[in-house]
T-cell receptor, first 114, second 114 residues
C-alpha cells in the first residue's frame, strides 16, 4: 500500500522568499504524484501532477515540483512567495496500476509574513 | 470555481440520525469521488464511481453508502451518525476513471454531529 509523509506541519516564510515543501512517498512501483492547495473554506485545487517523463514538473501559480526516485520525494517549490499563497498544501500519491485510490499526506500549512 | 457543486454547505444533526449529501460533477465528467476530511484522520478517500458504477472503495464505513445516478450526480448517505463522523465531506469529479485525470473538488459539506 502507498503512503505519503509531509514532515512539516507548518512552514512560515516571508513574502518574496523562496519556498520548499517536502513530500516523501512510499510505493513499490512508479507512482502518480500530485500537489494540491486548499485555501480556507474551500475545496482542493490541483497545482501539478507527475506520471512519467521529465522529473521537473511545472504547475499553476508559479509552482514546480521535482520527482526524485532515489529519495522517494516530490518536493514542491516556488521561487518567490506571495501573501495569497498562504494555504494548506497536500501531497498525494496514487497507484499507477489497478484501481486508483489516492493517498493524501496530512498537509503542510503555509504562513506568509508580510 | 471548479464547476463541482455540493449541497448542503453545512449540516448539523444529532447522533443516530441519517443524512444525505449531494454532489453534481462538472458537466463533462463521468467520475465522482467522495472524501472525508477531519482533524484527526486527515483527508481520506471514501469511494469512487464511474458512469454509475462503483470503481473503488477506500476507508468507507458500513454505515455509509453512495450511489451515482444516470444524470451522473452522486449522493453520499451517512446513517446511524456518531460524533466522530463530524467532518468536511468533499466530492470531486474527473473526466474518466483514469488515475492520471485531474480531479476537480467541490467546496465541501461541513457535517456537525451533536
Amino acid at each position: 500500500a502507498q503512503s505519503v509523509t509531509q514532515p512539516d506541519i507548518h512552514i512560515t516564510v516571508s513574502e518574496g522568499a523562496s519556498l520548499e515543501l517536502r513530500c516523501n512517498y512510499s510505493y513499490g512501483a512508479t507512482p502518480y504524484l500530485f500537489w494540491y492547495v486548499q485555501s480556507p473554506g474551500q475545496g482542493l485545487q490541483l497545482l501539478l501532477k507527475y506520471f512519467s517523463g521529465d522529473t521537473l514538473v511545472q504547475g499553476i501559480k508559479g509552482f514546480e515540483a521535482e520527482f526524485k526516485r532515489s529519495q522517494s520525494s516530490f518536493n514542491l517549490r516556488k521561487p518567490s512567495v506571495h501573501w495569497s499563497d498562504a494555504a494548506e498544501y497536500f501531497c498525494a500519491v496514487g497507484a499507477s496500476g489497478g484501481s486508483y485510490i489516492p493517498t493524501f499526506g496530512r498537509g503542510t500549512s503555509l504562513i506568509v509574513h508580510p | 470555481d471548479s464547476g463541482v457543486t455540493q449541497t448542503p454547505k453545512h449540516l448539523i444533526t444529532a447522533t443516530g440520525q441519517r443524512v444525505t449529501l449531494r454532489c453534481s460533477p462538472r458537466s463533462e465528467d463521468l467520475s465522482v469521488y467522495w472524501y472525508q476530511q477531519s482533524l484527526d484522520q486527515g483527508l481520506q478517500f471514501l469511494i469512487h464511481y464511474y458512469n454509475g458504477e462503483e470503481r473503488a472503495k477506500g476507508n468507507i464505513l458500513e454505515r455509509f453508502s453512495a450511489q451515482q445516478f444516470p444524470d451522473l450526480h452522486s449522493e453520499l448517505n451517512l446513517s446511524s451518525l456518531e460524533l466522530g463522523d463530524s467532518a468536511l465531506y468533499f466530492c470531486a469529479s474527473s473526466l474518466t476513471d483514469g488515475g492520471t485525470d485531474t480531479q476537480y473538488f467541490g467546496p465541501g459539506t461541513r457535517l456537525t454531529v451533536l
